[in-house]
């Protein structure tokens, strides 16, 4: 079954998006290169995770 996807459905990516820069950037680490790149996985990981709770959230109901 086709699900019409709203912007509400996805209210929560740009915070989770924050808090896994937030996060994975607070790690310390010797370069530049690779504290921007842990900031990149850290955005990437919480759209992920906020993805995945948008979506499971509904069957849990």
């Given at each position: 079954?086709?699900?019409?996807?709203?912007?509400?459905?996805?209210?929560?990516?740009?915070?989770?998006?924050?808090?896994?820069?937030?996060?994975m950037?607070?790690?310390?680490?010797?370069?530049?290169?690779?504290?921007?790149?842990?900031?990149?996985?850290?955005?990437?990981?919480?759209?992920?995770?906020?993805?995945?709770?948008?979506?499971?959230?509904?069957?849990?109901?």
């Amino acid at each position: 079954m086709a699900h019409a996807y709203t912007i509400s459905d996805f209210v929560l990516i740009i915070p989770m998006a924050i808090a896994g820069v937030l996060c994975m950037g607070s790690c310390p680490c010797s370069t530049q290169l690779k504290h921007n790149v842990l900031r990149l996985v850290g955005a990437m990981l919480g759209v992920v995770f906020a993805v995945l709770l948008v979506e499971g959230l509904p069957a849990l109901i």
